[in-house]
C-alpha cells in the first residue's frame, strides 16, 4: 500500500507563492501517474493538476500558466508550484494516485493524502 504525504500549506497574501511537496512511500511509487485536487469548504473537490511519468502535464483551467506539477522520480516526490495565489485558492490540496479514467475526474484516483491547508488572504 503506497501512502502519500502532502506539506507546504499555509498562509500566504494574495500575489504570493508557495510550493506543495506530496511524499508517496511504498512499492512502485516513483512510476505512478498522479494528481493534485483541492477541496474549499461547501464545494466538492475539484482537479487542479496531473503529471504522467513520462512528466506530460495537464493543468485546470482556473489554474494553467500559474502553477506548476513536476516530480521527482528519485525522490517518489511530486510538487506543486502555485505563483500568482487568489483569494479563490484557498483550500485544502490533495495529492492522490491516479487509477484510470479520466485524469481530472476524482473517481479515477486510488489512493489520498490527508491534505494540507493553503490559505490566500486579500
Known amino acids: 500500500q503506497v501512502q502519500l504525504v502532502e506539506s507546504g500549506g499555509g498562509l500566504v497574501q494574495a500575489g504570493g507563492s508557495l510550493r506543495l511537496s506530496c511524499a508517496a512511500s511504498?512499492?512502485?511509487?516513483?512510476?505512478?501517474?498522479m494528481g493534485w485536487f483541492r477541496q474549499a469548504p461547501g464545494k466538492e473537490r475539484e482537479f487542479v493538476a496531473h503529471i504522467r511519468w513520462s512528466g506530460g502535464t495537464y493543468y485546470a483551467d482556473s489554474v494553467k500558466g500559474r502553477f506548476t506539477i513536476s516530480r521527482d522520480n528519485a525522490k517518489n516526490t511530486v510538487y506543486l508550484q502555485m505563483n500568482s495565489l487568489k483569494p479563490e485558492d484557498t483550500a485544502v490540496y490533495y495529492c492522490?494516485?491516479?487509477?484510470?479514467?479520466?485524469?481530472?475526474?476524482?473517481?479515477?484516483?486510488?489512493?489520498w493524502g490527508q491534505g494540507t491547508q493553503v490559505t490566500v488572504s486579500s
Open positions: 492522490a494516485i491516479f487509477g484510470s479514467g479520466n485524469y481530472y475526474s476524482v473517481r479515477s484516483y486510488t489512493n
Open positions: 511504498g512499492r512502485g511509487s516513483s512510476s505512478y501517474f
